[in-house]
Nanobody, 129 residues
Framework: QERLVESGGGFVQAGGSLQLSCTVS????????MGWFRQAPGKGERNLVA??????????YGESVKGRFTISRNTTFLNTAYLQMNAHHPEDTATHFC????????????????????WGQGTQVTVAP
């Protein structure tokens, strides 16, 4: 069973930048879509941060991160994604979960958790005021 391997994250001052990376444990495996959801402290719901169509490059972003975060992908193996996070706000403090799926879906459901069948363990991002 393939698993997602996450890296990056940590502690950052407000206004600062961090980058998250996510890849799959088996190099030859490729995905239809990858992205990140995040869960704020004390909150039950997980919200889409960003997602990308690994072949076509179509992207989607959560409203609160538009213009600040950028998702990109490795176009050679279609199994690695990157999230460049700039201009952090304290409200960005959350556990960020890498997600992926090899099954094609209608892009209208990109923000739904059920669209993804691979989930990483989560990476903490903490933003200090």
């Amino acid at each position: 069973q393939e698993r997602l391997v996450e890296s990056g994250g940590g502690f950052v001052q407000a206004g600062g930048s961090l980058q998250l990376s996510c890849t799959v444990s088996r190099r030859a495996f490729s995905f239809y879509a990858m992205g990140w959801f995040r869960q704020a402290p004390g909150k039950g719901e997980r919200n889409l941060v960003a997602a990308i169509d690994m072949s076509g490059g179509t992207t989607s972003y959560g409203e609160s991160v538009k213009g600040r975060f950028t998702i990109s992908r490795n176009t050679t193996f279609l199994n690695t994604a990157y999230l460049q996070m700039n201009a952090h706000h304290p409200e960005d403090t959350a556990t960020h979960f890498c997600v992926a799926t090899a099954k094609k879906f209608a892009w209208s459901i990109v923000g739904e958790e059920d669209a993804y069948d691979y989930w990483g363990q989560g990476t903490q991002v903490t933003v200090a005021p």
